[in-house]
């Protein structure tokens, strides 16, 4: 049975098996609210990555030095200097990205995705493999994070990184750069990797019958 | 013929029902009973608003087609449904609109207008509003620029922005209109005059058609002629439309009385804008409004005074479209409050 097969890597599993922006469906409210050009998601989905790498890999390092009562109130504080580091770090590598971000940079702390894998995989694992998560799982949210900024700058601005695509006539879709463009976006998404799964599942289903046990969350 | 006559005599119990409606032939009604509004606008606009509203109903009729079957079903197009959806949002929209939106219009408005919540009976919304909230978000310079009507030329040219390549800006037609305007049109509807101008326009020439605006809003009387055919067939119900009315006329007559000078009569309220068009065809969508009489009554004046209170207070000039989705989302909720009551039994917990 399901015995024998080996625990899914930790990276490649949270940059594509249970990716967080089209799997877990985590950190939805900077995945919905920078995402307008493919600049800001990128550096917003690297400043989360690197926030998730320190902060898994110093949860893993104390975690049989906390106690059960006062962990979730430990965890925050660490992601919290973890947070502030990462501001400081933006402001001084680029003020233009600084102030595109604004409050979404300090407000990682409250990014779901980084309290959940401090709980579901640092409090549980060792350091290397914590911190291997962290990153996986940091650039699959990069990774979420540009596709949507993707379609948005593409067909919102017809830019994309600022360079224009379609000539100095192209008609700009306002809407994909105001909330509901992110809403689309994400639909629309959300419905190509459901596809993609959907057919994977069908071929297990009908080819393997070997079952890959999904993660455990606690 | 033989000189026998034979006569046949059914002897039934009640309910003596003969002849039942079914949706297409319903649906097939409505789109007979928009057909003289899109020769109305073809008569006003010409080439461009037949262009228009051909390109709106095909792409509505093909996507359905198409997505139908790409997800394994039979094709649904047969019941008229996407075909109404299609020319009620080339009616939505302004005569010179570029037809690459318009066909990305109709896309919205059946694929997650429609089909994504299961097909005709399922929509929460009504697929055209939805098409066209979708353009008014994304292109709305372009869904706010109006044509002259009656232009000389009409059915010889079309109007400049009709045939925009895709993805590209529409080209400036001020020029354009200058040259073929037959008085002082400005580009700007009645409501927009007034909002942003205050120029007010006199509302009886408009209910006989004299104004600019979307193609298929203008001929009043030709709204409240085409929906009377389907209430007289029994394919409407009329609670709908008089009550979305009376709601405007309330609304826009107690704001009228509160400051004469800046908000305008009843009357303009009433024959401007898309309200009469939304409150015949677009508010009676059987599938988006509640189900029983009391609920209509709601549903309707709440979508009128809606109505009125964007245009008197809201950014927007017309607030007709906004007031049906609105309508439309609370409709399941309206039908909850107001359940029918079965003969002597007690009124349901919650309903009013």
């Known amino acids: 049975m399901s015995t024998t097969t080996t625990p899914p890597n930790p990276f490649l599993n949270g940059l594509w098996r249970q990716n967080p922006t089209f799997v877990q469906i985590l950190g939805m409210c900077p995945t919905l609210a920078i995402t307008n050009s493919v600049r800001n998601a990128i550096a917003m989905g690297l400043a989360t990555a690197f926030v998730l790498v320190i902060s898994n890999g110093l949860i893993a390092a104390i975690r049989k030095h906390v106690p059960k009562q006062v962990r979730i109130a430990t965890y925050i504080a660490i992601i919290a200097t973890a947070v502030t580091v990462t501001d400081y770090l933006v402001k001084a590598i680029s003020i233009p990205v600084y102030k595109a971000l604004g409050p979404f940079i300090p407000l990682i702390v409250a990014n779901c995705l980084v309290l959940e894998r401090a709980e579901a995989f640092a409090a549980k694992k060792p350091v290397i493999p914590s911190m291997m998560d962290g990153a996986g799982m940091g650039l699959g949210f990069a990774f979420g994070l540009t596709c949507l900024g993707t379609v948005r700058e593409v067909l919102g601005a017809g830019t994309f990184l600022s360079i224009p695509l379609f000539g100095p006539n192209f008609e700009p879709w306002v809407l994909f750069l105001l909330p509901p463009g992110g809403f689309i976006s994400l639909a629309i998404w959300l419905l190509v990797f459901a596809t993609f799964r959907e057919r994977k599942q069908r071929q297990l289903q009908a080819g393997l019958t070997e079952i890959q046990p999904a993660e455990v969350r606690s | ?352």
Request: proline share 9%; with cysteine; net charge neutral.
């Open chain 2, 1 to 352: 013929m033989s000189g026998v006559t034979t006569t046949i005599i059914e002897v039934r119990t009640s309910p003596h029902l003969h002849g039942p409606l079914s949706v297409d032939m319903i649906m097939r009604n409505v789109v007979y009973a928009m057909l003289p509004l899109a020769a109305f606008s073809v008569w006003q606009f010409g080439l461009s608003a037949l262009v228009l509203l051909a390109t709106t109903t095909a792409g509505c009729v093909l996507a359905e087609h198409i997505l139908c079957r790409a997800n394994g079903n039979a094709s649904t197009v047969n019941d008229y449904s996407a075909a109404i959806t299609g020319l009620l949002l080339g009616l939505t929209l302004p005569p010179g609109f570029p037809l690459w939106m318009a066909l990305l219009g109709s896309l919205v408005a059946i694929a997650p207008g429609k089909l994504l919540f299961g097909g005709l009976g399922s929509n929460v919304f009504n697929p055209a509003l939805v098409g066209r909230a979708f353009l008014q978000a994304a292109f709305p310079v372009a869904i706010t620029t109006y044509t002259p009507t009656l232009a000389k030329a009409r059915f010889a040219e079309f109007v400049p922005t009709t045939w925009t390549m895709p993805l590209m800006k529409p080209p400036p037609i001020a020029d354009w209109i200058s040259q073929v305007r037959v008085d002082g049109f400005t580009g700007a509807t009645p409501l927009v005059l007034q909002k942003f101008d205050h120029i007010y326009t006199d509302p009886w020439p408009m209910f006989w058609g004299q104004r600019a605006g979307s193609s298929g809003e203008i001929p009043g009387f030709l709204i409240l002629l085409c929906g009377a055919y389907l209430v007289f067939r029994h394919m409407m119900d009329w609670r709908i439309p008089v009550a979305m009315l009376s709601g405007a006329v309330a609304a826009a007559a107690g704001f009228h009385l509160l400051d004469p000078a800046r908000y305008p009569d009843p009357l303009f309220m009433l024959f401007t804008g898309g309200l009469l068009l939304g409150a015949t065809f677009m508010a009676t969508d059987p599938v988006a409004s509640p189900v029983t009489p009391r609920g209509m009554w709601i549903y309707g004046v709440l979508m009128g005074v809606l109505t009125i209170l964007i245009r008197n207070l809201g950014g927007l000039a017309e607030g007709v479209m906004c007031a049906i989705l609105l309508g439309n989302a609370l409709s399941p909720l309206i039908d909850r409050l107001t359940p029918p009551r079965p003969y002597g039994a007690r009124k349901p917990e919650g309903a009013i």
